[in-house]
Nanobody, 123 residues
Framework: QVQLVESGGGPVQAGGSLRLSCEAS????????MGWFRQAPGKEREFVSS????????YYADSVKGRFTISRDSAKNTVYLQMNSLKPEDTAVYYC????????????????WGQGTQVTVSS
C-alpha cells in the first residue's frame, strides 16, 4: 500500500519560511516522479512543483519560482519543499504526489496523493 505522509506545515508570518517533507512508502521511490500541489479555500487544486526521478530536473509554477525549492533524498524516500519569502496567497493545503510519468505539471497522471498539510501565511 502506497503512503505519502506530509509534515512541516503550520502558521507562519509573511516573509517567513517553512520546509515541507513527504515520506513515501510502498513504492519504488527511485522510479517515481514526485511533486507538490496545493489547494486554497474556494479555489481549484494547482500545481506547485515537481522533481524528476533522478532529481536532475525540477519544475515550478510561475507563482512560486525563485521562492520555493524542491529536492529529494532517495536514502530517506523523502521529498522536500523549501518555501521562502512566503506570502498570504501561499496559504493552502499542500499535497504531496507521486507519479510514474516522466514529467508532472498537471494532476492528469498523478497516481498517489498524500493527505495534505495546512500552510497558513499571515500578513
Amino acid at each position: 500500500q502506497v503512503q505519502l505522509v506530509e509534515s512541516g506545515g503550520g502558521p507562519v508570518q509573511a516573509g517567513g519560511s517553512l520546509r515541507l517533507s513527504c515520506e513515501a512508502s510502498g513504492l519504488t521511490f527511485s522510479r517515481a516522479t514526485m511533486g507538490w500541489f496545493r489547494q486554497a479555500p474556494g479555489k481549484e487544486r494547482e500545481f506547485v512543483s515537481s522533481i524528476s526521478r533522478s532529481g536532475g530536473s525540477t519544475y515550478y509554477a510561475d507563482s512560486v519560482k525563485g521562492r520555493f525549492t524542491i529536492s529529494r533524498d532517495s536514502a530517506k524516500n523523502t521529498v522536500y519543499l523549501q518555501m521562502n519569502s512566503l506570502k498570504p496567497e501561499d496559504t493552502a493545503v499542500y499535497y504531496c504526489v507521486a507519479s510514474s510519468s516522466m514529467v508532472v505539471t498537471t494532476s492528469t497522471y498523478i497516481e498517489y496523493w498524500g493527505q495534505g498539510t495546512q500552510v497558513t501565511v499571515s500578513s
